[in-house]
Nanobody
Framework: QVQLVESGGGSGQAGGSLRLSCAVSLYTGYCIVWFRQTPGKEPEGVAALGGAGRPYYVDSVKGRFTISRGIPKNTLYLQMNTLKPEDTAMYYC????????????????????RGQGTQVTVSS
C-alpha cells in the first residue's frame, strides 16, 4: 500500500522560505503532484515531478518554488522561496503511480494515494 506523508509546513513571513517534504512508501520514481487548498476553494495543482525528471509548475509559483527528489529517493521536496500571503494553504502530495505526469493535473481526489496535508501560513 502506497502511503504519502507530508511534513515541513509551518508559519513564515512574506519573502521567506519553507521546504515541504513528501515521504513516499514503495516509491519507484513515478509522478508525484503537490496540491494546495484554501478553505472554500478547490485544490490547486502546484507542482509535479515525474519519472523522467521534468518538473511542472503552476504559473503563480514559477521561479519561486522548486520540486525535487531527495536522497534517499523516496522523499520529494517542495522548496518554497519568496513566499507570499497567497501561498497560505494546506499542501498535499498525491500520486496515481503513473510514471509520467499529466499537467495540468486532474483534481486532487482523482489521485488514489494522497497524504494528510501540511499547513503553510504566510504572514505579510
Amino acid at each position: 500500500q502506497v502511503q504519502l506523508v507530508e511534513s515541513g509546513g509551518g508559519s513564515g513571513q512574506a519573502g521567506g522560505s519553507l521546504r515541504l517534504s513528501c515521504a513516499v512508501s514503495l516509491y519507484t520514481g513515478y509522478c508525484i503532484v503537490w496540491f494546495r487548498q484554501t478553505p472554500g476553494k478547490e485544490p490547486e495543482g502546484v507542482a509535479a515531478l515525474g519519472g523522467a525528471g521534468r518538473p511542472y509548475y503552476v504559473d503563480s509559483v514559477k521561479g519561486r518554488f522548486t520540486i525535487s527528489r531527495g536522497i534517499p529517493k523516496n522523499t520529494l521536496y517542495l522548496q518554497m522561496n519568496t513566499l507570499k500571503p497567497e501561498d497560505t494553504a494546506m499542501y498535499y502530495c498525491a500520486t496515481d503511480r503513473r510514471w509520467d505526469c499529466e499537467w495540468p493535473p486532474r483534481e486532487l481526489y482523482a489521485y488514489p494515494y494522497r497524504g494528510q496535508g501540511t499547513q503553510v501560513t504566510v504572514s505579510s
